[in-house]
């Protein structure tokens, strides 16, 4: 597609729930990353595939969230046994794979746990 | 540690004037790249202006344009003429040039434009 889309745009999940976040990315892009958006910050590193590869998990908070891009495309991220605390906004980006050239982000899902 | 300070959480500014954004980084390596991006309403985070570290000369894009002082690790954002459009969040972040596989975000700006 044009652009790399996310889904569900808001997601509200009653703690402890499971939950899945979709992520679109741009054809043909090699690279992508997940962040993690609290509240009035900026955005965190969460983890990073290199086509179906996850090469670095290492801003993963906990052993409850999970990713993977089995085919080196479509990407989810799946949080288990959601926490107050994971209320935050997903952004998914994705690159051809020249840092230099930026991320194009997604419009991100807004998780809210209750 | 990696870290990006923002020191403004907001700003305002008259439509047609000039505002700065100011911006400083820590890291103890030389390669990395600096860049500012606009997160408006809508969520999406928009590139705005990139600069790599190893260029003395300052990054322009139209109306924007930065003051990089890599000695005092300093990367600040320059908007003249700004419009209403502009109003949005604005974060600085970089990334490491031989490692370089996420990005460093600072807490951002709040960039108001006054008609």
């Known amino acids: 597609g044009a652009g790399v889309s996310q889904s569900p745009r808001y997601k509200v999940a009653k703690r402890g729930q499971d939950v899945a976040l979709r992520c679109d990315p741009i054809?043909?892009?090699?690279?992508l990353f997940w962040y993690q958006q609290a509240l009035g910050q900026g955005p965190e590193f969460l983890t990073y595939f290199q086509n179906e590869a996850q090469l670095d998990k290492s801003g993963l908070p906990s052993d409850r969230f999970f990713a993977e891009r089995p085919e080196g495309s479509v990407s989810t991220l799946k949080i288990q046994r959601t926490q107050q605390e994971d209320s935050a906004v997903y952004l998914c980006?994705?690159?051809?794979?020249?840092?230099?050239?930026?991320?194009?982000f997604g419009s991100g899902t807004r998780l809210t746990v209750v | 540690a990696q870290t990006v300070t923002q020191s403004q959480p907001e700003m305002s500014v008259q439509e047609a004037e000039t505002v700065t954004l100011s911006c400083t980084y820590d890291t103890s390596e030389s390669d990395y790249y600096l860049f500012w991006y606009k997160q408006p309403p809508s969520r999406q985070m928009i590139l705005v202006i990139r600069?790599?570290?190893?260029?003395?000369q300052n990054a322009t894009e139209n109306r924007f344009s930065v003051n990089f002082q890599k000695a005092a690790k300093s990367f600040s954002l320059k908007i003249s003429d700004s419009q209403l459009g502009d109003a949005a969040m604005y974060f600085c972040a970089y990334t490491l040039g031989n490692t370089g596989n996420q990005f460093y975000f600072g807490t951002g700006t709040s960039l108001t434009v006054i008609p």
């Open positions: 054809s043909g892009h090699v690279s």
């Open positions: 980006a994705s690159s051809a794979g020249n840092l230099y050239s930026g991320y194009t």
């Open positions: 600069q790599e570290a190893y260029k003395q």
